[in-house]
């Protein structure tokens, strides 16, 4: 009978420290393949890059408790409904496709959509010039939607879990080019690996594809974390923040109204 | 020691494999201890799993029995890999949703908990299978003795059925903890850090492909080895006393 | 270790009587999963069906294609390596268990990865390869695909086999030898067969075990059934439904690969 309280007490105890622990921490969810130079991992198994340092911005200016959750990209807008993590901000472009799904924060950052080819190749980022192509895409992202639209008739569209794998068949010859953010394509041709090949151009722009840039995914309906990062990342624009963390990483800005 | 593998040009890979960052194989040795635990817990629930499961098939009522040859059929026919996907994303959420309709907030799943009540099902199914073999292979005499003795159902089960089946159960159980540890490298498609993702990232991070892939090898190659060294005495000892397999009266 | 995968062969092994699904609580859970059936119709998303069904034929067929080429193949491989292991000398056993062993021992998803992304990104450095006529077709995922599936389906095939041949009665080989029978001959005629004939129930959950590894290949690029369900996934954010249809798809091939293996063997004389 004791047993039974001390057990019955105990597992009460247990759920409420749940329970609160859980109404202070935010997850953000991030992609557990590296993504440089926004997001990668050192052998210590911390996580750094430019978007990194930016959430730890944001969420320092919102005052959230965030905890930076690894998941697979893949199943990262399941994870987000699923309530494994509270928000994405893993380079996720906002598009009128996921918004049926899921709400968006403001954006964070934006940057056009490349295509990258070996320099012996005479490629225009345009459907004409690929027709016959081998295009590699990484899955699930605004890049497969606009390849699929776009290249999908006249190329082969080959689809990879990670944009590094693509990479590595780009340099591997298995792939003509692949289209990706031109700030990671930059970070990559600029790489002892990726010095085969170059940026051909961005492509054409479809906004509705293509998206408005990057912000942060949350759950549709939660407001209230919804108002807090746009809060935060309106800090961190105003008071210089995300041009100092930028321009730590990059000559350019990447953020325009 | 050094020169040796600068000759055999594996100084990089030696400094890729070294333990203490910036070298990853503490990084890969982590992700096997997790690979282990996942493995480990997958296959002790899919045991619990297998025991009512094969005891329900055996002796269960004809619903029991119905519903438990649809859940066998049913997990062992789609693969794993899509197993995983369908419960882990909707065990999770439903898990969620019961909780919040209970009033308390959201609960915290750890990816080792889910891990393991992913793989322990589709393993339970399995384990099912095997015990159910081996608990029909023990000689009916021996348990009618036992009940002809006054015992109850549950001491029948620890002290008769449970001991002479073990010799019959172990080579399938041995196979089903070889499929335990590798099936958590499906876990990586989750995004869960287990052997085979922590491979991957450090792959990615280093390009040094090949290294990589072959260490995990490796260490997946040691876990099979020495556990089948380990499942070799436990059926020797769980056949202590009766005659050898390959005795050569017939 | 030398004990096969658990297979799909214990225990539905008897016919279906037609007359055994009409009790009365047979006919409730039938009730119950059309219940759950027409609730699935009902309230889930099945809109996105019609514009990715050709898409879906296509990646059907593809897994069964590499369903079947991969079978053929690594069986036929597993019939030397069985045969190196059960009666071979040290230097063709020795490498037969080793090759076995490490198959069995590592993950399918990790071979696959070190054959397409490790081996296959050491061939472009090669001059002569890249120009060479096989070019073509070693930029593909599928050769990959196809090789990998296929050393995994002989590894353990390799290991039921050295068993079957094993078990074979010695006294009708030293019967056929007694007759003067060539050797070739009576490892076509007499060995051969039964040792098939034995490893048939077993082959059957094998192939099952073999179609549950085919998505593993969507990893590295090849378009088939499981990455067409990923495709719909990312395209439209629908989750559970296109997983549904997939396993349904899975059990339907297991059902008929199951119904064939029984035909095969019922075909084959019993003694």
């Given at each position: 009978m004791?047993?039974k309280?001390?057990l019955?007490?105990?597992?009460?105890?247990?759920?409420?420290?749940a329970?609160?622990?859980?109404?202070q921490?935010?997850k953000?969810?991030?992609?557990?393949?590296?993504?440089?130079?926004?997001?990668?991992l050192?052998?210590?198994?911390?996580?750094t890059?430019?978007?990194?340092?930016?959430i730890?911005?944001?969420?320092a200016?919102?005052?959230?408790?965030c905890?930076?959750?690894p998941?697979?990209?893949?199943?990262?807008?399941?994870?987000?409904?699923?309530q494994?993590i509270?928000?994405?901000?893993?380079?996720?472009?906002?598009?009128e496709?996921?918004?049926?799904t899921?709400?968006?924060?403001?954006?964070y950052?934006?940057t056009?959509?490349?295509?990258v080819?070996?320099k012996?190749?005479?490629?225009?980022?345009?459907?004409?010039?690929?027709?016959?192509?081998?295009?590699?895409?990484?899955?699930?992202?605004?890049h497969?939607s606009?390849?699929?639209?776009?290249?999908?008739?006249?190329?082969?569209?080959?689809?990879?879990?990670?944009?590094?794998?693509a990479?590595?068949?780009?340099?591997?010859?298995?792939i003509?080019a692949?289209?990706?953010?031109?700030?990671a394509?930059?970070d990559?041709v600029?790489?002892?690996t990726?010095?085969?090949?170059?940026?051909k151009?961005?492509?054409?722009?479809?906004?509705?594809?293509?998206?408005k840039g990057?912000?942060?995914?949350?759950r549709?309906?939660?407001d209230?974390?919804?108002?807090?990062?746009?809060?935060?990342?309106a800090?961190?624009?105003a008071d210089?923040?995300?041009a100092?963390?930028?321009?730590?990483?990059?000559?350019?800005?990447?953020y325009s109204? | 020691m050094?020169l040796?593998?600068?000759?055999?040009g594996l100084?990089?890979?030696?400094?890729?494999?070294?333990?203490n960052?910036p070298?990853?194989?503490?990084?890969?040795?982590?992700?096997?201890?997790?690979?282990?635990q996942?493995?480990f817990?997958?296959?002790?629930?899919?045991l619990?799993?297998?025991?009512f499961?094969?005891s329900?098939?055996l002796y269960g009522?004809v619903?029991?029995r119905d519903?438990?040859?649809?859940?066998?059929?049913v997990?062992?026919?789609?693969?794993?890999?899509?197993?995983?996907?369908i419960?882990y994303y909707?065990?999770?959420?439903l898990?969620?949703?019961?909780?919040?309709?209970?009033?308390?907030?959201?609960?915290?799943?750890?990816?080792?908990?889910a891990?393991?009540?992913?793989?322990?099902?589709?393993?339970?199914a399995y384990a099912?299978?095997?015990?159910?073999?081996?608990?029909?292979?023990v000689p009916?005499g021996?348990?009618?003795?036992?009940?002809?003795?006054?015992?109850?159902p549950?001491?029948?089960?620890?002290?008769?059925?449970?001991?002479?089946?073990m010799s019959f159960?172990?080579?399938?159980?041995?196979?089903?903890?070889?499929i335990?540890t590798k099936?958590?490298a499906?876990?990586?498609?989750?995004g869960?850090?287990?052997?085979t993702?922590?491979?991957?990232?450090a792959?990615?991070?280093?390009?040094a492909?090949?290294?990589f892939?072959?260490a995990?090898?490796?260490l997946?190659?040691m876990v099979?080895?020495?556990?089948?060294?380990?499942?070799?005495?436990?059926?020797?000892w769980?056949?202590r006393?009766?005659?050898?397999?390959?005795?050569?009266?017939? | 270790?030398?004990?096969?995968?658990?297979t799909?062969?214990?225990g539905?092994?008897q016919?279906?009587?037609?007359?055994?699904?009409?009790?009365?609580?047979?006919?409730?859970?039938m009730a119950?999963?059309?219940?759950?059936?027409?609730?699935?119709?009902?309230?889930l998303?099945?809109?996105?069906?019609?514009?990715?069904?050709?898409?879906?034929?296509?990646?059907?067929?593809?897994?069964?294609?590499?369903?079947?080429?991969?079978?053929?193949a690594?069986?036929?491989?597993?019939?030397?390596?069985?045969?190196?292991?059960?009666?071979?000398p040290?230097?063709?056993?020795?490498?037969?268990?080793?090759f076995?062993?490490i198959?069995?021992?590592?993950?399918?998803?990790l071979?696959?990865?070190?054959?397409?992304?490790g081996?296959?990104?050491?061939?472009p450095?090669i001059?002569?390869?890249?120009g060479?006529?096989?070019?073509?077709y070693?930029?593909q995922?599928?050769?990959?695909?196809?090789?990998?599936l296929?050393?995994s389906?002989?590894?353990?095939?390799?290991e039921?086999?050295?068993?079957?041949f094993?078990?074979?009665?010695?006294?009708?080989l030293?019967?056929?030898?007694?007759?003067?029978?060539?050797?070739?001959?009576?490892?076509?005629?007499?060995w051969l067969?039964?040792a098939?004939r034995?490893?048939?129930?077993t082959?059957?959950?094998e192939?099952?075990?073999?179609?549950?590894?085919?998505?593993?290949?969507?990893?590295?690029?090849?378009v088939?059934?499981?990455?067409v369900?990923s495709?719909?996934?990312?395209?439209?954010?629908?989750?559970?439904e296109?997983?549904?249809?997939?396993a349904?798809?899975?059990?339907?091939?297991?059902g008929?690969i199951?119904?064939?293996?029984?035909?095969?063997?019922?075909q084959?004389?019993?003694?």
């Amino acid at each position: 009978m004791k047993f039974k309280t001390l057990l019955a007490a105990g597992l009460t105890a247990s759920v409420l420290a749940a329970g609160a622990a859980s109404a202070q921490e935010v997850k953000i969810g991030i992609a557990a393949e590296p993504y440089p130079p926004f997001a990668s991992l050192d052998a210590s198994g911390n996580w750094t890059g430019w978007e990194v340092e930016i959430i730890g911005a944001i969420c320092a200016a919102a005052e959230l408790n965030c905890v930076i959750t690894p998941v697979a990209w893949d199943g990262i807008i399941p994870s987000l409904t699923g309530q494994q993590i509270d928000a994405i901000m893993a380079s996720m472009s906002i598009t009128e496709e996921r918004m049926e799904t899921i709400d968006f924060s403001d954006p964070y950052y934006n940057t056009p959509a490349v295509i990258v080819a070996d320099k012996s190749m005479d490629i225009e980022p345009t459907p004409e010039s690929l027709a016959g192509k081998i295009v590699g895409i990484q899955a699930s992202t605004i890049h497969q939607s606009y390849a699929n639209a776009y290249f999908g008739d006249a190329a082969e569209v080959r689809v990879y879990q990670t944009q590094d794998e693509a990479n590595q068949d780009l340099v591997a010859g298995r792939i003509d080019a692949t289209q990706a953010d031109s700030i990671a394509m930059a970070d990559f041709v600029g790489s002892d690996t990726g010095a085969c090949c170059e940026i051909k151009g961005p492509v054409a722009n479809d906004e509705a594809i293509l998206g408005k840039g990057v912000g942060a995914g949350i759950r549709k309906g939660d407001d209230a974390l919804r108002e807090s990062l746009n809060a935060g990342i309106a800090a961190i624009l105003a008071d210089g923040t995300h041009a100092e963390i930028t321009s730590r990483y990059f000559t350019t800005s990447i953020y325009s109204e | 020691m050094e020169l040796i593998l600068e000759t055999l040009g594996l100084a990089r890979s030696a400094e890729l494999l070294a333990l203490n960052p910036p070298g990853w194989g503490g990084n890969l040795l982590r992700g096997l201890a997790n690979s282990l635990q996942i493995a480990f817990g997958a296959f002790g629930f899919g045991l619990v799993i297998g025991l009512f499961g094969a005891s329900g098939k055996l002796y269960g009522g004809v619903v029991v029995r119905d519903l438990l040859a649809i859940y066998t059929t049913v997990i062992r026919a789609v693969p794993e890999l899509v197993l995983i996907l369908i419960l882990y994303y909707v065990g999770t959420d439903l898990i969620n949703q019961v909780s919040q309709a209970m009033g308390y907030g959201r609960v915290e799943i750890s990816g080792v908990v889910a891990g393991i009540w992913v793989l322990g099902i589709v393993q339970g199914a399995y384990a099912t299978e095997v015990l159910r073999g081996a608990i029909q292979a023990v000689p009916k005499g021996q348990i009618e003795a036992a009940r002809a003795y006054g015992m109850p159902p549950t001491m029948i089960m620890r002290r008769v059925t449970i001991p002479a089946m073990m010799s019959f159960a172990t080579p399938g159980l041995a196979n089903l903890w070889l499929i335990a540890t590798k099936d958590t490298a499906l876990l990586a498609i989750v995004g869960f850090s287990e052997l085979t993702l922590e491979t991957r990232q450090a792959a990615a991070s280093t390009r040094a492909y090949f290294t990589f892939f072959l260490a995990a090898g490796a260490l997946y190659m040691m876990v099979t080895l020495f556990s089948g060294a380990i499942f070799a005495r436990i059926e020797k000892w769980a056949r202590r006393g009766q005659p050898s397999l390959r005795g050569t009266s017939k | 270790m030398g004990a096969p995968r658990p297979t799909l062969a214990a225990g539905d092994k008897q016919m279906i009587d037609w007359r055994s699904l009409l009790q009365p609580h047979r006919i409730v859970l039938m009730a119950l999963f059309a219940g759950l059936v027409i609730w699935c119709a009902v309230s889930l998303r099945w809109d996105w069906i019609p514009e990715y069904t050709p898409l879906a034929i296509e990646g059907a067929w593809r897994t069964i294609w590499i369903l079947v080429v991969t079978t053929v193949a690594g069986f036929l491989l597993a019939i030397p390596l069985g045969l190196a292991q059960a009666v071979g000398p040290w230097y063709l056993s020795a490498p037969a268990k080793t090759f076995c062993t490490i198959i069995r021992g590592t993950p399918l998803l990790l071979q696959i990865w070190l054959l397409y992304y490790g081996l296959g990104s050491l061939f472009p450095q090669i001059p002569w390869i890249r120009g060479s006529e096989l070019w073509p077709y070693l930029r593909q995922a599928w050769p990959y695909a196809v090789l990998a599936l296929t050393l995994s389906y002989a590894g353990y095939e390799g290991e039921v086999m050295r068993g079957a041949f094993s078990g074979v009665n010695k006294g009708q080989l030293e019967a056929a030898n007694a007759f003067g029978m060539p050797r070739f001959t009576m490892f076509r005629r007499i060995w051969l067969p039964q040792a098939i004939r034995n490893v048939l129930p077993t082959l059957g959950g094998e192939t099952i075990l073999q179609l549950k590894a085919t998505p593993l290949v969507a990893t590295i690029t090849v378009v088939e059934i499981y990455s067409v369900s990923s495709r719909v996934r990312s395209d439209t954010f629908i989750v559970y439904e296109p997983l549904i249809l997939l396993a349904v798809f899975y059990m339907i091939i297991a059902g008929i690969i199951t119904l064939m293996f029984r035909r095969f063997e019922n075909q084959t004389v019993q003694r």
